[in-house]
């Protein structure tokens, strides 16, 4: 194995994960409430999706799109934390080549879907609030099935060249990533050439995919605000943002998160590097933690589900 001070021109084969390099103690105090977030999101998740799979009234298009938003959850959790986990407990650094690049392409691509999906479910609020009475022909099972594949399609394709340019770059001096996940440039400056195609593609992908998104949501809730507001039935506003509460507040957890990630990265050289790999583990933890307890507390009908489901099992 490539020991952590290797400058040899020798091909690497597989890298050194450092987490938080300046203040490695703080492994042993974090791994419990991320053990503890990790549970929580892979618990609540997983009942999420066994409620909506088993009764029968969720069988709906806005259920399947939060069950697809559970699983983009759940593989990135698997993806970033597991490992994580390894290297607090056990000192297990290192990772192969093939294995960071893989690990590289699902962080970068799902997290894409998951920006994407939050776009198609605001269209669905959109459609719910502004035409409530053509509901049901646009927003079917079919259009669900027409809308995964869309955002499977796009974010793969958009996302497939960031490993695979920062994969065929030449690494042959340090094997050591001040990171403890596979980030994109947190690899490539690890490699002998330059890299900044790699870098200049990540940004317009990123920009192109998120910025996209986030624009259709923006005008999604203007107009759905707009509409909103000619309500004049008592009662009538309160109980239409009622329905766009929860999808709202989850895009909020999820823009708010990436935004503190965002201008940390900006601001890297007046912020430490231990608090942006803390963002970046968090980043991939949090939303997915708090999306399903989100819309169990807040959806009546995600609710009764899951008070049948634990009466069933009893």
Known sequence: MASPGNYS??????????CFPNYQSWQHWLSLPLSLLFLLAMGANGILLITIRLEASLHEPVYYL???LSLLDIVLCLTVIPKVLAIFWFDLRSISFSACFLQMFIMNCFFAMESCTFMVMAYDRYVAICHPLRYPSIITDQFVAKASVFI??????LTAPVPILSAQLHYCGKNVIENCICANLSVSRLSCDNFTLNRLYQFVASWTALGSDFIFIFLSYTFILRAVLRLKAEGATVKALSTCSSHFILILFFSTILLVVVLTNVARKRVPMDILILLNVLHHLIPPALNPIVYGVRTKEIKQGIQKLLHREM
Do not use: C, Q
């Open 66 to 68: 939060l069950s697809l």
């Open 9 to 18: 021109t020798a091909p690497v084969s597989e890298f050194l994960l450092i």
């Open 152 to 157: 499977v399609t796009r974010n793969v394709l």
